[in-house]
């Protein structure tokens, strides 16, 4: 675990200062912490007041205790019931946050329970159903003691989403989602992100109440600008649709993905015969051919690169001005994960979905994913009237 930077205990705000009770110094002067990370020192009093937060703070910057400590505060008094729900992505760092909220409850009657896969399921059953007071889980093994009825978040007070961008790359929307929807609607959120990509902004959007946003450092500006539009077409238009669109606006750099090399390729010839220098990535072309086009996108010389799935995750091009999905994803994360290629570097950036009669049901599975509808945009002339 990586120890705290003393450089960055700048001031003199003291654990006191924030606001905290007494059994939690208590505890903390016999972790040995003598002054809050600037995390903490901003987070604290904001958790306390009950107010939902983004903290955009990595590990190692005392993020953890920055929503542990007033969750445990919070936790004095009151009924023995499961008040508080801590999401995190991983089995570590679930028993990492438990081992913070042990730490600071050291002086105070608070019980906690990790709750992640792979290890024996009776255990954690009879603690849900005790009513511990913090459970701290991941979203896979929880859903399923959810499912079973084994807890009882009836009374939840407060929802913790911890590393909510690694949860998110590692495809827990939709239990993110199904978890959301069975504890109650007026909480408190707690949302932790090192990075605020589109899709934890959405995230954020869904589930938090006009949040106080809380960060260390510069936050990248990119991610509120995604544009996000749907374009209804009918399935044989859709090259046409790409060519109308890209010749009539002034379109720098796209990404096109379609779902099958064919369909690149001809997407592809299509914008070729119209004038538009485009490439094509996917797994019929030799790695060679494959860098070559990419080198040709990011030098400025092809103006748009085609790319299947393959060429979906990892991708890093800076720069890039739109994606267009030519097909509709088959998987919302998929969606997720095309629109986090715009924006994320690029000041600003669009994401076009070209969605057939036959998809509309997909479009609206990833518009639950994400919380959020699409707007649609109609081209005269190309919409199948919906
Ligand atoms: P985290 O960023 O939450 O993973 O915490 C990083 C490490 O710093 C953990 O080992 C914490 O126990 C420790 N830590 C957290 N807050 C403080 C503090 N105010 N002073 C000194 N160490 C701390």
């Keep these: 675990m ?15 200062d924030l606001g905290l009770a007494q059994p939690l110094l208590a505890a903390l002067a016999d972790a040995g912490y003598e002054r809050p990370t600037p995390i903490q020192r901003d987070a604290i009093p904001v958790a306390l007041k009950g107010r939902d937060l983004i903290g955009l703070a990595q590990t190692g910057t005392g993020k953890t205790a920055s929503f542990t400590l007033p969750m445990v505060h919070r936790l004095l008094g009151g009924p023995r019931r499961t008040r508080v729900l801590v999401l995190t992505p991983t089995r ?7 081992e913070s909220v042990r730490k600071y409850s050291k002086y105070a009657p608070v019980d906690v329970i990790p709750v992640f896969g792979g290890v024996g399921y009776e255990p954690q059953e009879r603690a849900l159903r005790s009513g511990v007071d913090v459970v701290v ?20 007070e407060t929802l913790v989403l911890d590393e909510a961008d690694r949860m998110l790359d590692m495809g ?11 504890i109650p609607k007026y909480r408190q959120t707690l949302l932790f992100s090192a990075t605020m990509p589109p899709e934890v902004e959405a995230l954020a959007r869904k589930y938090l109440r006009k949040p106080v946003v809380v960060q260390l450092g510069r936050r990248s500006s990119a991610a509120t600008t995604v544009t996000h539009a749907v374009y209804p077409v009918p399935r044989g238009r859709k090259n046409d649709l790409l060519v109308h669109l890209l010749t009539k606006e002034a379109h720098d750099s796209v990404l096109v993905f379609t779902r099958t090399k064919s369909g690149a390729d001809r997407v592809v010839q299509d914008l070729e015969r119209a004038g538009v220098k485009a490439g094509a990535m996917h797994a019929d072309k030799s790695q060679r ?6 080198e040709d996108f990011k030098s400025g010389k092809l103006r748009v690169l085609v790319a299947t799935d393959i060429a979906q995750r990892g991708l890093d091009i800076s720069g890039i001005t739109h994606v267009i999905n030519f097909d509709v994803p088959q998987q ?43 707007p649609r945009v109609s081209v005269p002339g190309f919409d199948f009237g919906t």
């Design 2 to 16: 990586t120890a705290i930077d003393p450089d960055t205990l700048i001031d003199d705000t003291t654990f006191a």
């Design 92 to 98: 570590e760092l679930c028993l990492q946050v438990e």
């Design 137 to 156: 889980a991941t979203p896979g093994r929880l859903l399923d003691h959810l499912e079973k009825r084994n807890v009882d978040f009836s009374y939840l």
């Design 172 to 182: 827990f929307a939709p239990q993110l989602n199904r978890i959301v929807e069975q």
């Design 289 to 294: 051919e494959r860098m070559a086009a990419l």
């Design 332 to 374: 919302p994360e998929d969606y997720v994960h095309r629109i986090g290629r715009t924006g994320r570097a690029a000041s600003t950036g669009d994401a076009y979905t070209f969605m057939s009669a036959e998809e509309i049901g997909m479009v609206r599975t990833i518009e639950r994913t994400i919380g959020q509808e699409i």
